[in-house]
């Protein structure tokens, strides 16, 4: 299993720029991605990055605006949200490719 920490979470004002990060600890080889999850609606997929080559996938709500990456490193992979939008609000988790989710952090744009 993975554990996964979320950060970097808050409050923005819409064309703002927040920079998300889970911090992952275990088995950290792997494929990771960003999940969301506004009030009342469904949990949708907004990015990730795969493990093998590092290839990145965003869905097209947030393409142009959001970028994801990963600091090996670290064991660290980040999501850069820039021109932030009211329907941008929701909790952000992080998720790997063992299907390990991290708590989540609140994203609001207001």
């Known amino acids: 299993h993975v554990q996964l920490v979320e950060s970097g979470g808050g409050l923005v004002q819409p064309g703002g720029s927040l920079r998300l990060s889970c911090a992952a600890s275990g088995y950290t080889f792997n494929t990771y991605g960003w999940f969301r999850q506004a009030p009342g609606k469904e949990r949708e997929g907004v990015a990730v990055i795969l493990n093998r080559d590092g290839v990145t996938f965003v869905d097209d709500s947030v393409e142009g605006r959001f970028t994801i990456s990963r600091d090996s490193a670290k064991n660290t992979v980040y999501l850069q949200m820039n021109s932030l939008k009211p329907e941008d609000t929701a909790v952000y988790y992080c998720?790997?490719?063992?299907?390990?989710w991290g708590q989540g952090t609140q994203v609001t744009v207001s």
């Open positions: 998720v790997s490719g063992t299907n390990d």
